[in-house]
């Protein structure tokens, strides 16, 4: 396939991703103008992001059936739509009769965690185009939830000073619709992972049953402990330990992760580069520079916990960050370990046993360790490690197309 259609798929899905996550970031940089007409607390708040989260899960879990693995470019649609929904009805919750608001603010942001349903689909259709420079369009791709970010916390103040932060909201909705739709429309038929409607039909069992999934989905699980919980909570935890830099903490976090999520995105391609460019090959490749990144951030975490000057934080933070840098490995392995009539099953199989860190992470962490806690980065240094010793143990195993090829 000619490189502008390779070049221009990355591009349309690493905007997808920055529209949909810059309206996803508005609750939290909105979060004073909410509270104040709402008049909920902080701690709903702090739970609407742990929602948030665990509706990440739940998008992997919708995301395991037939639908989705037959329409990829509906379900990509449908990921959007569903995540604009809240866009449109948190304006409408101040309204509300004041005892329903706290749990409703919770629910829609469990249905915005939804718009993560796409991606194994851009997971799978990357590793359709692409082959050891799978973790560098990913890297790319990935980052759009960081540049969403950055987008959304700069862009979003400024509309509402000039428009008010309902009107704010509902624009941002519009624009998460415009682009799903526009992706529809622009995305080539012929790189979605199986044509619509012409999938080969493969029992979901015969990839669960494959220890590699097992193994491979758990490597992801502390990072998106880390990633998931750091991200939208990191404000409130620094601000327990050092006043008035919640908001500098958070912007270095969100660069952090954008940056790294490229760059050894790139680092995984250029290792593959030299290897072999068999299905082991391009494995051994990705997993170390996964390890590599669990060890990096296994660091920043010690440092931050053995130093609690302000420079150190944000330094630490930095490398901390360098975690993201496990998302483009861990979702080049859906295409590399699998058969193509698998690839799409193994992406929401394996996001279904990562996510599940979303989902009880962030909860998990603020009752062990709540913000102040010396204990959270004990947590986080414990996380880093297993990470590294899981994807570890997991280059000493044959992967499911490795045994089809062999059998």
């Known amino acids: 396939m000619r490189p502008s259609v390779r070049a221009g798929v990355v591009a349309l899905d690493l905007a997808y991703m920055g529209i949909n996550f810059s309206a996803l970031t508005l609750f939290s940089i909105l979060a004073p103008f909410i509270m104040r007409v709402t008049e909920v607390s902080s701690s709903t708040i702090q739970w609407g992001a742990i929602a948030y989260s665990a509706g990440i899960f739940l998008a992997f879990f919708v995301g395991h059936s037939k639908f989705s693995e037959r329409r990829p470019a509906a379900t990509v649609l449908m990921a959007a739509a569903l995540a604009s929904i809240p866009q449109f009805a948190i304006p409408a919750v101040p309204n509300m009769p004041y005892c329903w608001r706290a749990s409703t603010l919770i629910g829609l942001r469990l249905m915005q965690g939804l718009v993560m349903m796409a991606v194994p689909i851009l997971s799978g259709q990357v590793g359709k185009l692409f082959s050891s ?29 000039m428009v008010g932060w309902r009107l704010t909201y509902v624009i941002f909705g519009l624009m998460m619709l415009t682009i799903g739709g526009a992706w529809v429309a622009l995305t080539p038929r012929d790189t979605l992972p199986v044509s619509e409607g012409s999938v080969k039909e493969v029992p979901a069992s015969r990839v669960w049953k494959e220890p590699f999934t097992w193994v491979w989905g758990f490597t992801f699980f502390p990072a998106i402990w880390i990633i998931f919980t750091l991200a939208p909570l990191i404000s409130f935890i620094v ?104 690839v799409t099953k193994a992406g929401y199989a394996l996001g279904l046993l990562a996510n599940s860190a979303a989902l009880i992470g962030p909860s998990l962490t603020l009752t062990l360790t709540p913000p102040g806690s010396p204990y959270l980065w004990v947590l986080v240094i414990g996380l880093a490690a297993a990470g590294l010793i899981i994807t570890a143990a997991s280059l000493k195993m044959k992967l499911p197309a490795e045994k089809v090829e062999i059998g």
């Open 133 to 161: 420079a799978r973790p560098f369009a990913l890297g790319v791709i990935l980052s759009g939830i960081f540049v969403g970010g950055f987008i959304g916390s700069s862009l979003g103040p400024a509309l509402t000073s």
């Open 239 to 342: 601000e327990a330990e050092a006043p008035q830099a919640g908001t500098e903490a958070s912007r270095v976090l969100e660069a952090s992760y954008m940056f790294w999520s490229v760059v050894m995105g790139l680092v995984a391609y250029l290792v593959a580069k030299s290897s072999s460019g068999s299905r082991r090959g391009l494995f051994r490749s990705f997993a170390s520079v996964q390890a590599f990144c669990f060890a990096a951030s296994l660091a920043g975490a010690l440092m931050l916990y053995l130093s609690k000057s302000l420079q150190t934080l944000m330094w630490s933070l930095i490398l901390i960050g360098v975690i993201q840098g496990t998302a483009p490995t861990f979702w080049s392995m859906q295409s590399t370990a699998y058969r193509k009539e698998e």
